[in-house]
């Protein structure tokens, strides 16, 4: 079935840099990719849904990038800010199944 | 937007009790999961469950587990009797249609 690795597995930036987080994925056949984040003690918050017919997408201090290609999907904070110190987690759903594979996640600690 | 609660936050037993885990899932939605989370581990898909019945699980989903929803009340899962391995945190998430999942922000449940 289908594997989904992400990394790093930490991350630590100074408030204002750039932060990227990537996952790469096994099935061909997947279609569907989410970005999720999750503060401490609270529900997975969906950042964003991406479809694979489209490598960039762009959200509020964010990028999403696809290459299916290379079956890689990234995260790309642009200007991280301390509320963005989270764990974000992608998740990849394969044609013909109803559920989602979840890389393992990363925690971002943006320091002031 | 829209939100999934789970109920209890936290649940301790002692090995070889039942537990039932509760879910109140988004009002029109359709498909419910759920997903199970060891400390530092990665999310990994449990069931889903569909007009009644379940639709596909993982082989995590042991003979002990059971999941129903009764008269469209609390989508519920059901260890009985539970063991050691089965302390985690667990996520329930519902979709209106087999697509973008929304999340619960789980139920850490200790066996002791």
């Known amino acids: 079935g289908e594997q989904v690795e992400q990394r790093p597995p930490h991350l630590s930036v100074r408030e204002g840099d750039s932060a990227v987080i990537t996952c790469t994925y096994t099935d061909p056949n997947s279609y569907y990719f989410f970005w999720y984040k999750q503060e401490p003690g609270a529900s997975l918050q969906l950042l964003m849904k991406v479809f694979s017919s489209t490598e960039i997408n762009e959200g509020q201090g964010f990028t999403v990038l696809l290459n299916k290609k290379d079956k890689r999907l990234s995260l790309n904070l642009t200007a991280a800010h301390p509320g963005d110190s989270a764990a974000y987690f992608c998740a990849v759903r394969t044609g013909g199944n109803n559920k989602l594979t979840f890389g393992q996640g990363t925690v971002l600690s943006v320091i002031p | 937007g829209p939100k999934v609660l789970q109920i209890p936050s936290h649940q301790i037993i002692d090995m070889g009790q039942m537990v039932t885990l509760n879910c109140d899932p988004v009002?029109?939605?359709?498909?419910f999961y759920w997903y199970k989370q060891i400390l530092g581990q990665q999310m990994e898909f449990l069931v889903n469950f569909y007009n009644g019945k379940v639709m596909e699980k993982s082989k995590l989903f042991k003979d002990q587990f059971s999941v129903e929803r009764p008269d469209g009340s609390y989508f519920t899962l059901k260890i009985q009797p539970t063991a050691l391995e089965d302390s985690a945190v667990y996520f329930c998430a519902s979709s209106l249609a087999a697509e973008t999942l929304y999340f619960g922000s789980g139920t850490r449940l200790t066996v002791l």
């Open positions: 009002s029109n939605h359709l498909y």
